[in-house]
């Protein structure tokens, strides 16, 4: 089972990538989680990935409000869409969700990435 800090350590590492080698436009949480967004289909892959950021961002403060078994639930969706998009192969996400990185530095997995 996976704890919170290795929730939040996943998420960390998401976040850092996330901003630093895609091209997101600012992220407005108030744009991201109202209703009309919640029919909203991506056109876009920056799309997607913008509004998995806001998630990212999210999830963390699901995880400091107590809400483990939400969090996991966004926390694979995520995962999904990052597969998706080819940003991660499952292996590699199984490797984020396995092992313990310490002190991770995005630049370190650049090689995590398609290109």
């Known amino acids: 089972m996976m704890t919170n800090k290795k929730i939040l350590h996943i998420l960390e590492l998401y976040e850092a990538i996330l ?3 895609h091209p997101i436009k600012a992220v ?3 744009v991201l989680w109202n ?3 919640s029919v909203f289909i991506p056109k876009r892959k920056d799309e997607a990935l913008a509004h998995i ?6 999830t963390r403060k699901l995880i400091e409000q107590g809400h483990k078994q939400e969090a996991m639930k966004w926390l694979g969706f995520i995962q ?3 597969w998706l998009s080819g940003r991660f192969s ?3 996400i199984k490797i984020h969700n396995r092992k313990y ?3 991770e530095n995005p630049e370190d997995f650049k090689d995590l990435l398609y290109q």
């Open 101 to 103: 990185v310490r002190d």
């Open 19 to 21: 901003w630093r080698y």
């Open 28 to 30: 407005d949480e108030e």
């Open 35 to 37: 209703d009309e967004y």
């Open 53 to 58: 950021l806001a998630m990212v961002l999210q």
């Open 90 to 92: 499952l292996e590699k």
């Open 80 to 82: 999904g869409v990052l």
